[in-house]
């Protein structure tokens, strides 16, 4: 009950930061709430013990479903932000039947080349995509309302954080968990693996297509170079392994501090900055394989154990 309370406060005072900031800090805001989305996500996948590299891939898929269906089709852009997320869950059902009979490295390379894939296919539809030039809006979604736009963004990543915390207090998260630490015994458990794989690949999928289509629907702009990079693979899972993986908090935290460490040395260090940022994931990595808020619950938990065994 606790733990609502406060998430509802800091939903709250989340959504009533554009009437106290300024519109710079709220750009870095949705930056990161975006790459928030993307990191938690990935965890969530990540949780039944599949390493997925599809992250860019799905986002730009989405990207691109939105901008066609907007520019080409006349849907409005939250019905384009929807369709997106609906064609991405669809590709992701039909691709996880075959993908997710794979297990480890395989999988891994398996959705790193999906991406590749997406890519070239959307170069060679100039037609309807743009081809490698991509294509352009000619308004963004709430005509450029910074504040609408960041009220969107932020759903987003709301909605991803509570689908995050029901897999976690529900029966799901054992049913994964089990998945990711022993196959054979949780298949003889009475354990579908194959159904709970599918269900999360097919809802994290989702969840980055609605991403990469409201990141479109942002900028009004698309290209195979830049909607499909590998920024939007690295650093959100980046930003899991730094605050900690296998939890909601973990994903949030290690957003929130490699997103503002960015744009900070962005500032004080703008041709050197990927160095110090670099660096500083590594060592992070190094000495806090857990991550942060991983190592922060480790501590909490041999404190509790310590003083138990002394009463």
Do not use: C
Not at 9 to 19: D, K, M, R, V, Y
Not at 74 to 89: D, H, M, R, T, Y
Not at 288 to 300: E, S
């Amino acid at each position: 009950m606790r733990n609502i309370l406060i998430f509802i406060i800091a939903t709250l005072i989340l959504i009533s930061l554009p009437f106290f900031t300024g519109a710079y800090f709220l750009h870095v805001l949705m930056t990161i709430l975006i790459y928030m989305t993307l990191a938690l996500s990935w965890d969530i996948m990540l949780r039944t013990g599949q390493l997925s590299f599809g992250i860019a891939g799905f986002f730009g898929v989405g990207a691109y479903a939105s901008i066609i269906t907007f520019s080409n089709f006349g849907f409005s852009p939250i019905l384009s932000i929807f369709f997106a997320a609906g064609l991405v869950a669809l590709i992701a059902a039909v691709l996880g039947f075959a993908v997710l009979k794979l297990r480890e490295i395989y999988f891994a390379i398996t959705t790193l080349a999906l991406t590749m894939v997406f890519s070239v296919i959307i170069r060679n539809i100039p037609k309807l995509t743009g081809g490698a030039s991509g294509k352009v809006l000619s308004n963004v979604i709430f005509n450029g309302d910074s504040t609408k736009i960041y009220w969107l963004i932020l759903s987003i990543a709301l909605i991803t954080i509570i689908i995050s915390e029901v897999f976690t207090k529900t029966r799901i998260q054992f049913a994964i968990n089990s998945i990711r630490n022993d196959e054979i015994i949780a298949k003889s458990s009475g354990i579908n693996i194959f159904k709970y794989l599918i269900f999360v690949f097919i809802i994290t999928s989702a969840l980055q297509g609605a991403t990469g289509a409201i990141y479109a629907q942002q900028y009004g702009f698309v290209s195979p170079e830049t909607t499909f990079s590998l920024d939007f693979l690295l650093l959100p899972m980046a930003m899991a392994l730094v605050g900690g993986i296998y939890s909601t908090w973990g994903a949030v935290i290690g957003a929130i501090i490699l997103g503002f460490a960015s744009e900070y040395l962005k500032l004080i260090m703008p041709y050197g900055h990927l160095i110090i940022y670099g660096v500083m994931i590594v060592l992070i990595i190094l000495f806090l394989p857990n991550g942060i808020y991983g190592t922060i619950i480790d501590k909490m938990y041999a404190r509790k154990a310590e003083a138990k065994s002394k009463t």
